[in-house]
């Protein structure tokens, strides 16, 4: 029996949070990687902090990836060991819908607190408090297309031994457009610009990753479970 | 229309045979036409005003390229025949193409980087094109370790088909990222690169040479594939009788 899309993805949505909650420290450590790796900076750089306010955007974008593809270990390898996602597949349900829903879930419990806690961190490498607002934004949006982006590449290697460093090496390349706009979104905001341009480009690659990255992990965890 | 030609492309003692026959005539032709742009490149025309003799780099830095490139989209059409049509020789191909044409990036980048040399004052600048052309490479190697880390091949097939397609989706978007970025970064004029005006006396060398370095390109497919058809098919019949 089929039942609507939306009820599926609801359910799924439930689960995964439900699980998430039940392990709190995997959903800790992440975040705790992202501020270690912004505490590094001003260590091997400079103390100075407005010397830090112009490597910040880099830090807290490539914090950010680094911390989103380590995040990324948790999006299947679970649910495809104990066999969850052959149940998913084997449903008659849509999988792609089922991954999205997954996908979103997997943003929701890793980009979007790191987003929301990443003012501590630029805070602390000297942003100015005004920016704060536009960068949790495009942190938002970006960590999003991120997720989606990193959904294909997880469902990718599941089928590898050790998927690990290959997911990194997968993704990375794969997430420059993301880096590049939301580092000048960043940029912009600490400097008093107009932020929309860069915004609306990240926009446009989430927007593409929503109609196309599903698709594309569904085909992937699909070869994965063969 | 008759499709028969489509369809013995799908087997392998027929695709095996095609490329014994064919590879030898793409590599004289490849070495022909390499030989003589070469001549023509390095002896027969003449220094360029400004940059003297070193501008002779571009008769392999630009064929290598447009090879880079050439090869990426020949790997991505050839893993989207196999997913859709489920053609094992198609995967096959796709293998073939990836380490060529991950060193044809690794020569664009290297001649870059020497003739950068005495005409930037540096190796390398972050230029838009170098740094694309260097994602390219990351997704090459991205590509060939996915391949390498699955053990199944089928699997492996499949899942680095995704990717090369996911890649050619991507490098646009990379692409014009890149360009956007540098924009912001504009202190750096000084590096910029003139488009020269060639001369035919330059030009038909260039032309040459890229028609060389794809027959060239065309030659190692079909041998790496041969050799890629003959390690999958180990255990057919055709194979005992192809090789023996």
Known sequence: MRSGASTVARLVVERDLRLAFRKPSQLLQPLLFFMIVATLFPLTLTPELSRLRDAAPGVLWIGALLSSVLALEFLFRDDAQDGTLEQFALSGQSLTWMLFAKTCTHWLLSGLPLALSAPVAALALGVPATALGSMVASLALGSFALSLLGAISAGLTLGARRGGVLLSLLTLPLSVPVLVFGADATQRAIAGAAIAPPMYMLGAIAVLGVTLAPLAAAAAVRIGLE | ?244
Request: proline fraction near 5%.
């Open chain 2, 1 to 244: 229309m008759n499709w028969t030609w489509f369809h013995r492309l799908g087997s392998p003692p027929h695709v095996y045979g095609f490329a014994e026959r064919w590879a030898p005539w793409f590599g004289g032709a490849a070495a022909l036409a390499i030989v003589v742009a070469l001549y023509g490149g390095l002896i027969l025309a003449p220094a360029d005003y400004q940059q003297k003799d070193a501008f002779r780099m571009v008769y392999v830095h630009a064929p290598s390229a447009w090879l880079s490139l050439m090869a990426y989209s020949t790997m991505a059409v050839a893993a989207a025949v196999g997913l859709i049509w489920r053609m094992k020789v198609a995967h096959s191909a796709a293998a073939a193409c990836a380490p060529i044409g991950a060193w044809f990036t690794v020569a664009a980048l290297g001649t870059g980087m020497l003739w950068g040399k005495p005409m930037w004052g540096t190796y390398w600048v972050w230029d838009p094109r170098l740094t694309s052309e260097l994602l390219l490479l990351f997704l090459y190697i991205g590509y060939m370790g996915l391949r390498a880390a699955i053990e199944d091949p089928q699997k492996a097939d499949k899942a680095s088909a995704v990717f090369a397609i996911v890649g050619v989706v991507n490098v646009p978007i990379i692409k014009f990222s890149v360009n956007w970025w540098n924009s912001l970064h504009q202190e750096a004029t000084v590096m910029r690169m003139g488009k020269p005006t060639m001369n035919g006396d330059m030009l038909w060398p260039l032309m040459l040479m890229f028609l060389g370095f794809t027959l060239y390109f065309a030659t190692v497919v079909l041998i790496r594939l041969r050799a890629e058809l003959l390690r999958r098919e180990r255990s057919a019949s055709w194979v005992r009788e192809a090789v023996a």
